[in-house]
């Protein structure tokens, strides 16, 4: 296969419960994964956990749990919220695994041979829970604390001797290559801020600490360990097993297509990580794209703060699916939006049910009844059911440009609207009042059957286990899935057995 993507979620830090902003970032790269494997790509989607820094040996000094177990132990719950989450990774990252350390201590000694590491002394401001440095103009206080004005976490002094990166070096190149590739961050809005936050000036980063001992040994220098957005930054480049740059994964795969990010975590990957790789002399990512936040309230949710709506018992509750497709509806993407339990069941009720489900289960049984419960010959398409399936044909491309834009509301938007002209066509074609033209009765049948299997097929990447349950009517399985099927009218065969299948959705009974 000669179309490779390649898409990275940000590894977690391990924490006892995933919350619903973790979801969010998981959910939507399994969705572009999803998207691009039918579409005839070869894709390779990253995910893992971040095990390194003060933060993580904190945690597990408080709980008294040696460090490496309680990463372990930690790690497994992200691993499992994969399976939760239904993702369709095809490697999952520790960074406390063998092949991560040594490729973190490898970029490590390129950027020393190429005289991009100085040692010196670190003065400054450090949160310990974003594990980021501020400068004096991004500190503000609250109540008799220092605390970083963006995330809210409390700051402390740090004077220590440490590696320094020659950032500032590598101003005005990134500068240059933002402004020649105006796609690498997106969304636009992002775009300018880190612009703005560059040309205002970098500074050399200090890139290693010497007061705790949990991370990875700077080399030839074991007092110190490297900071761990370093090393962090470093797995998307070891899952493809740097540094052995001449193997099958890192040829296929490197640049990646797109790290997908909270907006939170965009100077890291926008500004620092793209400058260790021009240092490195490696190629720089195509894309970086800077999410919002999952609220609560108009806060975000996050554990500090102790407004989290847990994604798994959410899924244990309404199921998988019904989570992602809110997921990837509900929050129009690129800004921040939020999820309660009753938006939660509007949609289901709503979209998933009424439109989809219903569509499903109406056609299948009036088929059951009247067409022997076979999909119908004898076919002739009038212009009528012509302008249903040529939506399709005709909107391919569009779909495909949006989708290597990150527009997923122009992909959603163009099913909601399918399934509403789907529901209005067969409502309108009354194929029940055609029972003396066979002829018509059968073409509206089979129109709505194809057009069922074009939305299954669009809603795979969405709400992969329920499509392929509705796929189910006529028996196509996950390799029938191919996005270009779309295109054609006269795909399902007349006289194959149509089956019944179980209620696609529940609605749920609200008392307001
Ligand atoms: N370990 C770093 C990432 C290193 S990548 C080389 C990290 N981890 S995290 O667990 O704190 O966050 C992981 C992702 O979840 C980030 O993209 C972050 O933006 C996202 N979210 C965390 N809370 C969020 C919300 N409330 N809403 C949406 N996403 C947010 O950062």
Same mark, same amino acid.
């Given at each position: 296969m000669d179309k490779h993507f390649?898409?990275?979620?940000?590894?977690?830090?391990?924490?006892?419960?995933? #919350?619903?902003?973790?979801?969010?970032?998981?959910?939507?790269?399994?969705?572009?994964?999803?998207?691009?494997?039918?579409?005839?790509?070869?894709? #390779?989607?990253?995910?893992?956990?971040?095990?390194?820094?003060?933060?993580?040996?904190?945690?597990?000094?408080?709980?008294?749990? &040696?460090?490496?177990?309680?990463?372990?132990?930690?790690?497994?719950?992200?691993?499992?919220l994969s399976t939760t989450l239904n993702l369709s990774n095809t490697d999952f990252i520790r960074t406390t695994e063998k092949r991560h350390i040594d490729s973190v201590k490898e970029i490590w000694k390129i950027l020393e041979k190429n005289k991009s590491i100085y040692l010196s002394k670190y003065s400054g401001w450090y949160s310990i829970s974003d594990e980021a440095f501020y400068n004096e103009d991004e500190i503000e206080n609250s109540n008799g604390e220092k605390i970083a004005k963006q995330s809210k976490?409390?700051? &402390?002094?740090?004077?220590? &001797?440490?590696?320094f990166f020659n950032?500032? *070096?590598?101003?005005? *190149?990134?500068?240059? #290559?933002?402004?020649?590739?105006?796609?690498?961050?997106?969304?636009?809005?992002?775009?300018?801020?880190?612009?703005?936050?560059?040309k205002s000036g970098l500074k050399d980063l200090s890139i290693s600490r010497k007061s705790f001992s949990w991370g990875i040994k700077v080399p030839n220098d074991p007092n110190h360990v490297i900071y761990v957005w370093l090393d962090?930054?470093?797995?998307?480049?070891?899952?493809?097993?740097?540094?052995?740059?001449?193997?099958?994964?890192?040829?296929?795969?490197?640049?990646?297509?797109?790290?997908?990010?909270?907006?939170?975590?965009?100077?890291? #990957?926008?500004?620092?990580?793209?400058?260790?790789?021009?240092?490195?002399?490696?190629?720089?990512?195509?894309?970086?794209?800077?999410?919002?936040w999952i609220l609560s309230g108009d806060e975000k949710m996050s554990k500090s703060k102790g407004n989290i709506l847990?994604?798994?018992?959410?899924?244990?509750?309404?199921?998988?699916?019904?989570?992602?497709?809110?997921?990837? *509806?509900?929050?129009?993407?690129?800004?921040?939006?939020?999820?309660?339990k009753k938006q939660l069941e509007n949609c289901i009720n709503s979209d998933l049910a009424n439109n989809?489900?219903?569509?499903?289960?109406?056609?299948?049984?009036?088929? &059951?009844?009247?067409?022997?419960?076979?999909?119908?010959?004898?076919?002739?398409?009038?212009?009528n059911d012509l302008k249903l399936l040529d939506n399709f044909s005709k909107n391919v491309g569009n779909i495909r440009n949006e989708i290597n834009n990150q527009n997923i509301n122009f992909y959603i938007d163009f099913i909601v609207n399918a399934l509403f002209d789907a529901n209005k066509y067969?409502?309108?074609e009354e194929p029940w009042n055609r029972k003396n033209d066979l002829k018509r009765l059968n073409t509206i049948v089979y129109t709505t059957f194809e057009v069922i299997r074009k939305i299954c097929i669009m809603l795979y990447p969405i709400i992969p286990e329920s499509s392929l349950r509705a796929l189910k009517i006529f028996d196509l399985k996950e390799n029938d899935i191919i996005f270009?099927?779309?295109?054609?009218?006269?795909?399902?065969?007349?006289?194959d057995k149509i089956n019944k299948i179980e209620i696609l959705f529940k609605k749920i009974e609200k008392n307001d």
């Open positions: 390649y898409i990275t979620t940000p590894i977690y830090y391990p924490s006892a419960k995933p #919350h619903m902003g973790h979801a969010y970032s998981s959910i939507i790269a399994d969705f572009f994964a999803r998207f691009k494997r039918i579409d005839g790509y070869e894709v #390779h989607f990253l995910t893992g956990t971040d095990e390194h820094g003060l933060k993580i040996q904190r945690s597990a000094e408080s709980k008294k749990i &040696e460090v490496q177990k309680f990463c372990d132990e930690i790690s497994k719950t992200f691993k499992n976490s409390k700051v &402390e002094w740090i004077e220590e &001797e440490s590696y950032l500032s *070096k590598w101003q005005d *190149k990134l500068l240059e #290559h933002y402004e020649k590739n105006p796609d690498f961050i997106s969304p636009q809005s992002k775009r300018n801020e880190v612009i703005s936050f560059v962090a930054l470093t797995n998307y480049i070891s899952a493809l097993n740097f540094p052995n740059v001449n193997n099958k994964l890192y040829k296929k795969f490197w640049p990646a297509n797109i790290h997908l990010i909270g907006k939170d975590i965009l100077r890291f #990957h926008a500004v620092y990580w793209p400058a260790f790789l021009m240092a490195a002399n490696l190629n720089l990512p195509q894309k970086i794209y800077g999410h919002g847990d994604p798994i018992e959410i899924v244990k509750n309404y199921g998988i699916d019904p989570l992602r497709y809110y997921l990837i *509806k509900e929050i129009s993407f690129g800004n921040d939006g939020s999820i309660s989809f489900g219903n569509l499903c289960q109406r056609v299948t049984a009036f088929c &059951e009844k009247n067409c022997n419960g076979k999909i119908p010959n004898n076919i002739e398409f009038n212009s067969f409502n309108d270009s099927s779309i295109t054609d009218h006269n795909k399902l065969k007349p006289g």
